[in-house]
């Protein structure tokens, strides 16, 4: 029902900033949580944040809590994540993904994902 497609990734040097898009389809993009994640070179895939389907509620990964602002265009069928201060062990490739449910920081819980975009950030 919902396809999901990132873009905004790129190379930045470190203290530099970024703002990744999530472009969904779908009538109901709406009605879905959304969330990002990460996933570097040799690592496991990693929680970031996410966002309530009514977007009045957010939650962060203690790594990127004051630094990244994640928020949603409901109107544009977009979420953003805006991330400053970037540091080198911020590069990974980030996904999105979206639920019907609720919000979690389980890859599990969620039923769509895009392709990821690459975010590598020069020390």
């Known amino acids: 029902q919902v396809q999901l497609v990132e873009s905004g990734g790129g190379l930045v040097q470190a203290g530099g900033s970024l703002r990744l898009s999530c472009a969904g389809s779908?009538?109901?993009?709406?009605?879905?949580?959304m969330a990002w994640f990460r996933q570097a070179p040799g690592k496991e895939r990693e929680f970031v944040a996410a966002?309530?389907?009514?977007?009045?509620?957010?939650y962060y990964a203690g790594s990127v809590k004051g630094r990244f602002t994640i928020s949603r265009d409901n109107a544009k069928n977009t979420m953003y994540l805006q991330m400053r201060s970037l540091k080198p062990e911020d590069t990974a490739v980030y996904l999105c993904?979206?639920?019907?449910?609720?919000?979690?920081?389980?890859?599990?819980?969620?039923?769509?994902w895009g392709q990821g975009t690459q975010v590598t950030v020069s020390s």
């Open positions: 993904a979206a639920t019907n449910i609720y919000p979690t920081p389980s890859g599990r819980q969620y039923d769509y």
């Open positions: 966002i309530a389907w009514t977007g009045t509620g957010t």
């Open positions: 779908g009538r109901t993009f709406d009605a879905y949580s």
